[in-house]
């Protein structure tokens, strides 16, 4: 008896690193028994997520992995469907109806708050805004940043921190060969602030940093990075306490020792990275023009407060504290995650990246734990559906933006781009976006 070849429909909400990564898992584990049809939806009029809209601009190399997205694209058993919104265009119950299978890799694009007085201020944000904002996600190009004191004070000792801290810190003129947004280098190129202070909880030996992005810090040509060397050894005190080191933790501290003792360019433009402060209030007439801390130390490897308090006058406050998942009909989101087991979530229906794990880990993070859901996925597997996929599920006349759609944008903004000597000019508005993609060529 002949084995039956059985195909299924597979619906992946979401078109950043961990979508993209699902679509190839399922692309690998095509058998000549076993065949995927996949459909990559995505709300926005481009793919590639926080690879378009949240890696800093000054990181080109980061974003090359969309040559490895472009490649699933190509794929015969791939279909882009961007423009689509789940929720407003399709529902997640006709999903489901209609595909053997749906993951949602629908990613924490909330920031979380940092709940203290003064943190609706204007000029108070949160890099969840920030960040897309300078990379020209459609939806935050109207985020009014203003640039016009001398400090910056960023909340939280992550690489998003890091990230926003450098992209206000650095000579804007080095942005000049980059994607950043020509709203957001046009306002960095007016901007006054020469101090951008970060300022982490917790002290060096927690902070979330990671060593590479350290060690880029005293390279940056225009700008003087600090770090009170104290609280270095003072780390590295604390970490022999506890006995054997980590390896991440020991490239860290390492990472932060040289910059601590690094010599200064003496340039006019500092990043300093504080440590060991609890933001409690930010200050100001109608906007922000003071943080106040309180300081904390570490007693028995765990942070206490103190009765002393610190101040940053400050005309700009962003926090970089994490992110969550954003609700929508049909799902819950548990501390700040879509619920899952492993990946699944209920019936026929799975979630992988930040959306299934939480706001951690790095791009390629998303590989391995995108092939680990498609393992589950497949052993859960039972007949195929046979039904019709999105196309039904869509009004007549919705402007899909098609793999071959969003090419055309692609090579839109390249060529764009080239005529400035930048890797690509991103195009703002959807509807811009929309009407290139319609162009005969
Ligand atoms: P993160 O790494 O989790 O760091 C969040 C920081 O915010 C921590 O220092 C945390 O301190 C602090 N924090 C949380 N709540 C706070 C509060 N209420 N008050 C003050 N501080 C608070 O998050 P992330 O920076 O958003 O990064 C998310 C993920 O993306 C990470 O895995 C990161 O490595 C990755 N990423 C990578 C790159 C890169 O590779 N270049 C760039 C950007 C992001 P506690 O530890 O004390 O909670």
Same mark, same amino acid.
């Given at each position: 008896?002949?084995?039956?070849?059985?195909?299924?429909?597979?619906?992946?909400?979401?078109?950043? /690193?961990?979508?993209?990564?699902?679509?190839?898992?399922?692309?690998?584990?095509?058998?000549?028994?076993?065949?995927?049809?996949?459909?990559?939806?995505? %709300?926005?009029?481009? =793919?590639?997520?926080?690879?378009?809209?949240?890696?800093? /601009?000054?990181?080109? %190399?980061?974003?090359?992995?969309?040559?490895?997205? &472009?490649? *699933?694209?190509?794929?015969?058993?791939?279909?882009?469907?961007?423009?689509?919104?789940?929720?407003?265009?399709?529902?997640?119950?006709?999903? #489901?109806?209609?595909?053997?299978?749906?993951?949602?890799?629908?990613?924490?694009?909330?920031?979380?708050?940092?709940? *203290?007085?003064?943190?609706? !201020?204007?000029?108070?944000?949160?890099?969840?805004?920030?960040?897309?904002?300078?990379?020209?996600? =459609?939806?935050?190009?109207?985020?009014?940043?203003?640039?016009?004191?001398?400090?910056?004070?960023?909340?939280?000792?992550?690489?998003?921190?890091?990230?926003?801290?450098?992209?206000?810190? *650095?000579?804007?003129?080095?942005?000049?060969?980059?994607?950043?947004?020509?709203?957001? !280098?046009?306002?960095?190129?007016?901007?006054?602030? #020469? %101090?951008?202070?970060?300022?982490?909880?917790?002290?060096?030996?927690?902070?979330?940093?990671?060593?590479? &992005?350290? #060690?880029?810090?005293?390279?940056?040509?225009?700008?003087?990075?600090?770090?009170?060397?104290?609280?270095?050894?003072?780390?590295?005190?604390?970490?022999?306490?506890?006995?054997?080191?980590?390896?991440? !933790?020991?490239?860290?501290?390492?990472?932060?020792?040289?910059?601590?003792?690094?010599?200064?360019?003496?340039?006019?433009?500092?990043? &300093?990275?504080?440590?060991?402060?609890?933001?409690?209030?930010?200050?100001?007439?109608?906007?922000?023009?003071?943080?106040?801390?309180?300081?904390?130390? $570490?007693?028995?490897?765990?942070?206490?407060?103190?009765?002393?308090?610190?101040?940053? %006058?400050?005309?700009?406050?962003?926090?970089?504290?994490?992110?969550?998942?954003?609700?929508? =009909?049909? $799902?819950?989101?548990?501390?700040?995650?879509?619920?899952?087991?492993?990946?699944?979530?209920?019936?026929?229906?799975?979630?992988?990246?930040?959306? +299934?794990?939480?706001?951690?880990?790095? $791009?390629?993070?998303?590989?391995?734990?995108?092939?680990?859901?498609?393992?589950?996925?497949?052993?859960?597997? +039972?007949?195929?559906?046979?039904?019709?996929?999105? *196309?039904?599920?869509?009004?007549?006349?919705?402007?899909?933006?098609?793999?071959?759609?969003?090419?055309?944008?692609?090579?839109? &903004?390249?060529?764009?781009?080239?005529?400035?000597?930048?890797? #690509?000019?991103?195009?703002?508005?959807?509807?811009? !976006?929309?009407?290139?993609?319609?162009?005969?060529?």
């Amino acid at each position: 008896m002949t084995k039956p070849v059985k195909k299924y429909r597979i619906a992946i909400v979401g078109a950043g /690193p961990a979508g993209y990564f699902t679509a190839q898992a399922f692309q690998k584990a095509q058998t000549e028994y076993l065949i995927f049809d996949i459909d990559l939806i995505e %709300k926005l009029p481009t =793919p590639w997520g926080l690879v378009r809209s949240g890696v800093a /601009p000054d990181h080109q %190399k980061i974003k090359t992995v969309s040559k490895v997205f &472009e490649k *699933i694209a190509k794929e015969p058993n791939f279909r882009l469907f961007a423009n689509v919104e789940i929720g407003k265009d399709v529902s997640l119950k006709d999903l #489901r109806d209609q595909y053997d299978v749906v993951v949602l890799a629908t990613g924490a694009s909330k920031g979380r708050k940092l709940g *203290i007085p003064g943190e609706d !201020l204007k000029n108070s944000f949160s890099a969840a805004e920030f960040v897309p904002w300078y990379n020209t996600h =459609p939806d935050f190009v109207d985020v009014e940043v203003e640039l016009s004191s001398d400090t910056a004070v960023v909340i939280g000792a992550g690489n998003v921190a890091m990230d926003v801290a450098r992209i206000l810190a *650095i000579d804007p003129s080095e942005l000049d060969p980059t994607d950043i947004a020509e709203h957001a !280098l046009a306002k960095l190129k007016q901007s006054n602030i #020469r %101090k951008v202070i970060i300022c982490g909880r917790r002290g060096p030996e927690h902070a979330a940093f990671t060593a590479p &992005e350290l #060690r880029d810090l005293p390279k940056l040509e225009n700008t003087d990075v600090f770090i009170d060397l104290k609280q270095i050894d003072d780390a590295i005190k604390h970490t022999l306490d506890t006995g054997e080191v980590e390896k991440d !933790l020991k490239n860290n501290i390492e990472a932060m020792r040289t910059i601590a003792i690094n010599a200064k360019k003496d340039v006019a433009r500092k990043l &300093e990275i504080k440590f060991l402060l609890t933001p409690i209030e930010i200050k100001g007439q109608g906007k922000v023009e003071e943080i106040i801390f309180q300081k904390n130390k $570490i007693k028995n490897g765990k942070i206490t407060a103190t009765n002393e308090s610190f101040s940053i %006058k400050t005309g700009l406050v962003i926090s970089a504290i994490g992110y969550d998942s954003i609700e929508f =009909p049909g $799902i819950t989101i548990e501390s700040g995650r879509i619920n899952n087991i492993a990946g699944h979530v209920e019936r026929n229906v799975y979630t992988v990246g930040w959306a +299934k794990r939480g706001p951690i880990g790095v $791009i390629g993070t998303n590989k391995s734990d995108s092939n680990d859901v498609v393992d589950l996925i497949i052993e859960n597997l +039972k007949e195929p559906k046979n039904t019709d996929g999105i *196309i039904k599920l869509l009004e007549t006349g919705h402007e899909v933006i098609n793999q071959q759609a969003w090419e055309k944008i692609n090579n839109q &903004e390249i060529a764009n781009g080239k005529l400035q000597n930048k890797p #690509r000019s991103k195009i703002i508005y959807r509807s811009e !976006l929309i009407q290139i993609s319609k162009q005969i060529v």
